[in-house]
């Protein structure tokens, strides 16, 4: 989930080698009415199907495929997008042990961080 200037959108990516099916759009629709948001994305480096095409247009789904992804990407200020991505970094707790991300998780005992690399790494810390 993303959120801009008040406006919350769901956004699921597909790296996948063949073209991105209807599942995926049924999926992010069905994010978008859990989560309450406002708006919904699917982002591949590959290309949608027609199925998928016709859903996302019923449905609002904004798509981006590979060559929608490379035009972003090739339109970024740089300089603003390492600013941004210092600011998100300074909020990502990272795992001391096996320097991966680190996930708040429920526990009988209540909230607290573990690895995201479970169960390779059993890395935890209190939520606080």
């Given at each position: 989930?993303?959120?801009?200037?008040?406006?919350?959108?769901?956004?699921?990516?597909?790296?996948?080698?063949?073209?991105?099916?209807?599942?995926?759009?049924?999926?992010v629709v069905g994010a978008k009415l859990y989560y309450g948001a406002?708006?919904?994305?699917?982002?591949?480096?590959?290309?949608y199907t027609p199925a998928a095409i016709e859903l996302a247009r019923?449905?609002?789904?904004?798509?981006?495929?590979?060559?929608?992804?490379?035009?972003?990407?090739?339109?970024?200020?740089?300089?603003?997008?390492?600013?941004?991505?210092?600011?998100?970094?300074?909020?990502?707790?990272?795992c001391p042990e096996c320097e991966r991300l680190l996930v708040k998780?429920?526990?009988?005992?209540?909230?607290?961080?573990?690895?995201?690399?479970?169960?390779?790494?059993?890395?935890?810390?209190?939520?606080?």
């Amino acid at each position: 989930m993303i959120s801009r200037d008040g406006l919350t959108t769901v956004v699921q990516s597909k790296r996948w080698w063949n073209s991105v099916g209807i599942e995926a759009v049924q999926q992010v629709v069905g994010a978008k009415l859990y989560y309450g948001a406002e708006g919904a994305m699917v982002v591949t480096n590959s290309a949608y199907t027609p199925a998928a095409i016709e859903l996302a247009r019923v449905t609002k789904v904004t798509l981006w495929d590979r060559r929608v992804l490379l035009e972003k990407l090739r339109a970024v200020n740089v300089e603003e997008l390492l600013t941004i991505v210092d600011e998100q970094m300074a909020h990502v707790r990272m795992c001391p042990e096996c320097e991966r991300l680190l996930v708040k998780r429920s526990g009988i005992w209540g909230p607290f961080y573990g690895c995201s690399g479970f169960p390779h790494c059993r890395y935890t810390r209190d939520a606080t």
